[in-house]
């Protein structure tokens, strides 16, 4: 394990600043000449011969400009585990700062800005250069994740930024114009991260020919990004349905929930996945293929679920016209709970639709509830879903609901049959309903 040193000015060639042990006090303390650290990080790992466990430390004042013909330039370390890559405080080399700045300006053509290290802290990497890619490409000596926690990623001018392989970013600044992510496999992990980008129609995020991508957002500001988070592409149904995203106590733009919805083999063409935030801290919105799902304060039943204890809301439910929902339906969950779950109880699930639309049936709408066992250490799973078709509609309901002219009330319900006990209780709805428009109110009664 050694102890390496980077700061513009830099002149140590070979292995001349690479160290046993690690230096201490300020910049100026711990280094008496500029031949006993290197200028830039690309000839960092290019001559100290890193190996596992060691240590790149940059100074929060480096400031590197390369500058390159036409030709690619990369920042890459792919065969080396458990490399560091720190940006610490000039003035007290034993903290943490971010401020390290690496910059990449391309002369002329097409070329490609690659970044690859196990571990960064602190850094800023900017590509200054129109039409430049800006890649982030995946490395399977490196383990599951790549992890930048508070670098920035500044490239405004570049033609798109690609990442291959799972990585994972806290605290991470994304500075664009109109420039698209495009992700290839894997999962994406953003945590506090913010976004800066012109407004646009275009999508923020985008899926790399057709595979799968997984991303979560998690404490993100997008309030200076004001576009879609993922995009639409209209006849083309595997790039959504290969995309699934995760949102939550995230600040929003207005336009990040953009969908044009284009309709392909007559289904709304939309990425699978969860928005748990929004300007008003409590919006919710599930997507999945054919299933808008989101949370209103519009309409509620009155002695339903509230947000905070005093704001009442349901869920707007939204089935498409889409025929595989009939065989194979959409399922999510509605609510968990920790309770009594003793044999006897009844778990009830209130819905509405609008003007005396035409009740919803027990085959196009059903209830999964799961609750501890007594006597086995699983649990339980209790269901009203139709094999067969059937035209049952289901019970009507007497609760009151505000938002609605003459709705029409019904509701589900299950009485639990085998011996359960206190602990988690998970309720489910699964939809098999087509071209039609309701509301759930997500507070299940328990009697």
Not at 138 to 143: I, K, P, T, V, Y
Not at 228 to 245: G, I, M, T, V, W
Not at 361 to 368: A, P
Request: glycine share 6%; with cysteine.
């Amino acid at each position: 394990m050694a102890f390496i040193y980077v700061k513009s000015g830099g002149t140590a060639t070979g292995t001349a600043g690479k160290y046993t042990t690690a230096k201490t006090g300020s910049w100026s303390t711990a280094f008496t000449d500029t031949s006993q650290y290197y200028g830039s990080l690309k000839y960092c790992i290019t001559n100290a011969s890193l190996s596992e466990g060691d240590t790149i430390y940059l100074s929060d004042l480096h400031n590197y400009t390369n500058a390159i013909g036409n030709t690619s330039f990369s920042l890459e370390v792919t065969n080396v585990l458990n490399l560091r890559i720190i940006s610490l405080d000039d003035d007290d080399l034993s903290v943490p700062n971010p401020g390290a700045k690496e910059i990449v300006t391309f002369t002329s053509g097409y070329n490609s800005f690659f970044i690859t290290f196990p571990y960064v802290y602190g850094v800023i990497f900017e590509c200054t250069t129109m039409n430049a890619y800006f890649r982030v490409p995946g490395s399977s000596a490196l383990g599951t994740y790549k992890f930048f926690e508070k670098c920035s990623f500044i490239y405004e001018n570049s033609y798109f930024w690609y990442m291959s392989g799972s990585a994972k970013f806290v605290e991470c600044l994304f500075q664009t114009l109109n420039t698209t992510v495009v992700t290839d496999y894997k999962i994406y992990i953003f945590q506090n991260c913010s976004f800066i980008s012109s407004t646009s129609t275009s999508s923020f995020f985008n899926s790399y020919s057709n595979n799968t991508c997984n991303y979560i957002f998690d404490g993100c500001d997008f309030s200076q990004a004001n576009r879609p988070f993922l995009p639409n592409y209209a006849n083309d149904y595997n790039y959504e349905a290969n995309q699934r995203f995760v949102i939550f106590r995230s600040l929003e733009s207005a336009n990040n929930r953009y969908r044009d919805y284009p309709m392909f083999w007559g289904v709304e063409e939309d990425p699978s996945g969860f928005y748990l935030s929004g300007s008003d801290k409590n919006s919710i919105s599930v997507k999945n293929l054919g299933i808008t799902y989101d949370s209103t304060s519009l309409v509620y039943r009155t002695d339903g679920a509230t947000s905070n204890g005093v704001d009442y809301y349901s869920f707007k439910t939204i089935a498409l016209n889409y025929a595989n929902l009939i065989t194979c339906p959409t399922v999510f969950k509605l609510a968990e709970f920790f309770s009594m779950a003793a044999e006897g109880t009844t778990f009830t699930v209130e819905i509405a639709q609008d003007d005396g639309a035409t009740p919803l049936t027990d085959y196009e709408i059903y209830m999964d509830v799961y609750y501890m066992s007594l006597t086995k250490s699983k649990s339980i799973r209790e269901s009203t879903i139709k094999i067969l078709p059937s035209s049952t509609s289901l019970p009507t309901s007497s609760k009151t609901w505000v938002g609605l002219t003459n709705p029409t009330k019904q509701y589900l319900s299950i009485t639990l049959s085998e011996l359960g006990t206190f602990g988690l209780n998970s309720v489910y709805l699964g939809i098999r309903a087509v071209n039609k428009t309701f509301y759930v109110c997500p507070k299940v009664d328990i009697s």
